[in-house]
């Protein structure tokens, strides 16, 4: 397919005119757009034309999905129609900050921070998942592992292992550099602060419940408990924000012949203390009680937190709001030795793209269009990637929407009440067993089947009853 003056012309007219475009820009697949109004948006309209396989609103920025290989020749087009200045990525994020409220401000700076350091984290699990396949007892052999039986294995395995665990026993490095880099700070210094906060001379957090005795330091008859924050998420966060604000202030008041020997020794100096003093310990406490509190929801009412994070996470994706269950997970892994929440994205994952598999089936022969968009957007989904079922067929028909929903809430209720948990965040969809506990493999392939199957069929069965025929 190749992208035409016409169809580009059709785009600016469905969201509602060039003047209706504030800033725009283009990722691999996607025109990102800040609208004035996106209300004027036609987007029946839009999801219509032949280059467009889908759209949708998020963070404050109106996302039409083109394709690779073609967004790049179709931004160019509308540049070009629209006089407008052609925007760096950053530049369009800048300007759909303003169309948000604060919660959502507060989601999108979550989602700056934890997005750059995901490559890391998922990799680390699928290093951990490939680890549990050859340290766990049970999968090849009774009572064994592949260790146990092939012993020239052991070691191969043990480098897997520290390869894979070093993202999460430095997890506040990776923190720091991303989070003091988006609140405007040097992300080298963030660096330095997390491993400052998982120097080997503090108490491992993980050793903290076991320890007969916590070291101190005594600053002028002051003690200061000499803990490290391994797997913690919070105090980092609050520790890269005052950083960044230090180092700041500091950077437009020093003069430049001396900014070196000031600037980031002085930023560094007051947040270590504070970190150490107030910042760790009162976010520590934090973090220990709200991962306790979702712990103790799903210890007691494990069906319920189920039901609602399966039946949910998909409309949270649509909000955005998704982003700060990534938090959520970091600090269950650190804390807990595993997330039972992760799993049941997964499964959310699979169920959004077999209601968008069931469209393929449900499409006349000669919508070749939506055909096409619901099989690859449905292997996009088994893989983990849900935007293009979810946006491009599920949510523009809404049936599928919803029965993915059901099907998904009912894999996480039972796969809750059964206890499943990930010993870390993987790849989402069908590849996600591979970051799940080993002895929980058996309950997460039986939500699998519930999310492949329940959809599928309540689509199928819905669309015999509603009245959008012209699919």
Same mark, same amino acid.
Request: proline share 3%.
């Given at each position: 397919?190749?992208?035409?003056?016409?169809?580009?012309?059709?785009?600016?007219?469905?969201?509602?005119?060039?003047?209706?475009?504030?800033?725009?820009?283009?990722?691999?697949?996607?025109?990102?757009?800040?609208?004035?109004?996106?209300?004027?948006?036609?987007?029946?309209?839009?999801?219509?034309?032949?280059?467009?396989?889908?759209?949708?609103?998020?963070?404050?920025?109106?996302?039409?999905?083109?394709?690779?290989?073609?967004?790049?020749?179709?931004?160019?087009?509308?540049?070009?129609?629209?006089?407008?200045?052609?925007?760096?990525?950053?530049?369009?994020?800048?300007?759909?900050?303003?169309?948000?409220?604060?919660?959502?401000?507060?989601?999108?700076?979550?989602?700056?921070?934890?997005?750059?350091?995901?490559?890391?984290?998922?990799?680390?699990?699928?290093?951990?998942?490939?680890?549990?396949?050859?340290?766990?007892?049970?999968?090849?052999?009774?009572?064994?592992?592949?260790?146990?039986?092939?012993?020239?294995?052991?070691?191969?395995?043990?480098?897997?292992?520290?390869?894979?665990?070093?993202?999460?026993?430095?997890?506040?490095?990776?923190? &720091?550099?991303?989070?003091?880099?988006?609140?405007?700070?040097?992300?080298?210094?963030?660096?330095?602060?997390?491993?400052?906060?998982?120097?080997?001379?503090?108490?491992?957090?993980?050793?903290?419940?076991?320890?007969?005795?916590?070291?101190?330091?005594?600053?002028?008859?002051?003690?200061?408990?000499?803990?490290?924050?391994?797997?913690?998420?919070?105090?980092?966060?609050?520790?890269?924000?005052?950083?960044?604000?230090?180092?700041?202030?500091?950077?437009?008041?020093?003069?430049?012949?001396?900014?070196?020997?000031?600037?980031?020794?002085?930023?560094?100096?007051?947040?270590?203390?504070?970190?150490?003093?107030?910042? &760790?310990?009162?976010?520590?406490?934090?973090?220990?009680?709200?991962?306790?509190?979702?712990?103790?929801?799903?210890?007691?009412?494990?069906?319920?937190?189920?039901?609602?994070?399966?039946?949910?996470?998909?409309?949270?994706?649509?909000?955005?709001?998704?982003?700060?269950?990534?938090?959520?997970?970091?600090?269950?892994?650190?804390?807990?030795?595993?997330?039972?929440?992760?799993?049941?994205?997964?499964?959310?994952?699979?169920?959004?793209?077999?209601?968008?598999?069931?469209?393929?089936?449900?499409?006349?022969?000669?919508?070749?269009?939506?055909?096409?968009?619901?099989?690859?957007?449905?292997?996009?989904?088994?893989?983990?990637?849900?935007?293009?079922?979810?946006?491009?067929?599920?949510?523009?028909?809404?049936?599928?929407?919803?029965?993915?929903?059901?099907?998904?809430?009912?894999?996480?209720?039972?796969?809750?009440?059964?206890?499943?948990?990930?010993?870390?965040?993987?790849?989402?969809?069908?590849?996600?067993?591979?970051?799940?506990?080993?002895?929980?493999?058996?309950?997460?392939?039986? &939500?699998?089947?519930?999310?492949?199957?329940?959809?599928?069929?309540?689509?199928?069965?819905?669309?015999?009853?509603?009245?959008?025929?012209?699919?």
């Amino acid at each position: 397919m190749s992208v035409s003056r016409e169809s580009v012309l059709e785009i600016i007219k469905a969201i509602g005119g060039k003047e209706n475009i504030h800033t725009a820009t283009h990722c691999v697949t996607r025109l990102r757009l800040v609208l004035n109004d996106e209300s004027k948006v036609d987007k029946e309209t839009l999801d219509n034309i032949d280059i467009v396989k889908g759209s949708f609103s998020t963070n404050g920025q109106f996302q039409v999905v083109i394709g690779q290989g073609l967004v790049n020749k179709a931004y160019a087009i509308l540049a070009e129609e629209t006089g407008i200045e052609k925007a760096s990525k950053q530049d369009v994020k800048n300007a759909a900050e303003q169309n948000l409220n604060p919660l959502q401000r507060a989601i999108k700076v979550l989602a700056d921070i934890f997005i750059p350091i995901l490559p890391a984290i998922v990799t680390a699990g699928l290093l951990m998942g490939l680890n549990n396949i050859l340290t766990g007892p049970d999968i090849f052999y009774d009572g064994k592992s592949v260790i146990d039986v092939h012993k020239q294995w052991a070691d191969f395995a043990g480098i897997i292992n520290l390869i894979a665990n070093t993202a999460f026993v430095f997890l506040p490095g990776l923190i &720091g550099w991303s989070a003091v880099n988006r609140f405007g700070g040097s992300s080298l210094l963030g660096i330095v602060l997390g491993l400052m906060l998982v120097h080997p001379d503090l108490l491992n957090a993980w050793s903290y419940g076991s320890a007969e005795e916590i070291p101190t330091w005594n600053i002028f008859g002051f003690e200061i408990q000499k803990i490290g924050y391994q797997g913690q998420v919070l105090p980092i966060l609050f520790a890269s924000y005052l950083l960044a604000k230090i180092e700041m202030f500091l950077d437009r008041r020093v003069h430049d012949s001396i900014k070196l020997l000031v600037v980031a020794p002085v930023a560094l100096l007051i947040t270590g203390f504070a970190a150490f003093i107030l910042i &760790g310990p009162v976010t520590f406490f934090i973090g220990n009680v709200l991962t306790d509190s979702v712990i103790w929801v799903f210890d007691q009412f494990a069906w319920l937190g189920g039901l609602l994070y399966g039946g949910l996470y998909a409309v949270m994706v649509v909000t955005g709001m998704h982003h700060t269950f990534l938090a959520v997970d970091l600090q269950l892994v650190g804390n807990a030795g595993g997330t039972f929440l992760w799993p049941i994205l997964a499964i959310s994952n699979i169920a959004q793209g077999s209601a968008a598999l069931a469209m393929m089936f449900v499409a006349k022969k000669e919508n070749e269009k939506l055909r096409g968009l619901a099989g690859t957007s449905a292997l996009s989904a088994y893989l983990g990637i849900t935007e293009p079922a979810m946006f491009g067929v599920n949510l523009r028909y809404r049936y599928p929407f919803i029965s993915a929903l059901i099907g998904s809430a009912i894999a996480g209720l039972i796969m809750a009440s059964a206890g499943v948990k990930a010993f870390s965040i993987g790849v989402g969809g069908l590849p996600g067993f591979l970051s799940i506990i080993n002895e929980y493999w058996g309950m997460f392939f039986v &939500g699998m089947g519930i999310a492949l199957v329940v959809p599928f069929v309540l689509t199928l069965v819905w669309s015999r009853f509603t009245k959008q025929k012209e699919i």
